[in-house]
């Protein structure tokens, strides 16, 4: 991964080779919140870029909220 600082702008080619890495790990199986761990970016920003590299996200996992009758 390349050497990015906390907060700083991504753009060109450093953005499109982080989108690249990031896609090929999500769909290996990584989480978005392992990625943006991984990265030092925030959750918000790994969805943005997966989502603009044309991912298909998974549905979330755990437990699913249900009616109380």
């Given at each position: 991964?390349a050497?990015l600082?906390?907060g ?16 090929k790990?999500?769909?290996k ?11 030092g970016?925030?959750?918000g920003?790994?969805?943005r870029?997966?989502?603009e590299s ?9 437990a699913?909220?249900?009616?109380k009758?």
């Amino acid at each position: 991964m390349a050497d990015l600082k906390k907060g700083a702008r991504i753009t060109g080619p450093t953005r499109d080779k982080l989108a690249a890495d990031l896609k090929k790990k999500y769909e290996k199986g990584a989480s978005i919140r392992a990625l943006a761990e991984s990265t030092g970016r925030s959750y918000g920003f790994v969805h943005r870029v997966l989502s603009e590299s044309g991912v298909q996200l998974r549905g979330r996992g755990g437990a699913t909220r249900t009616k109380k009758k």
